[in-house]
Nanobody, 118 residues
């Protein structure tokens, strides 16, 4: 059974930092393009960052460029999102997604809440 489990969310003050993790089981991480999405209340889910199955070239939403860093450790079947200089408007549930680069099959985690507030 494939599972993606996010962790690391919580309450942080504006300007603070958090590191999210996404741990996978039941799948070979190295065959998956990985992404972080977020969904704020009343808004659509949006792509935050992604990293291809082989690592290398990463992609970020304009709003997070220079502040967020996506990375992966295929040996640990884990992906990370380092978030710095967080803003209140980035309060959302953050989800990880894995998409098999060959078959296109996607899996989602259950999400982790990030709240940026003083």
């Amino acid at each position: 059974q494939v599972q993606l489990v996010e962790s690391g969310g919580g309450l942080v003050q504006p300007g603070g930092s958090l590191r999210l993790s996404c741990a996978g089981s039941g799948l070979l991480f190295s065959r998956y393009d990985l992404s972080w999405y977020r969904q704020a209340p009343g808004k659509e889910r949006e792509l935050v960052a992604d990293i291809p199955f082989g690592g290398g070239s990463t992609n970020y939403a304009d709003s997070v460029k220079g502040r967020f860093t996506i990375s992966r450790d295929n040996a640990k079947n884990t992906m990370y999102l380092q978030m710095n200089s967080l803003k209140p408007e980035e309060t959302a549930v953050y989800y990880c997604r894995g998409r098999n680069w060959y078959t296109g099959t996607s899996y989602w985690g259950q999400g982790t809440q990030v709240t940026v507030s003083s």
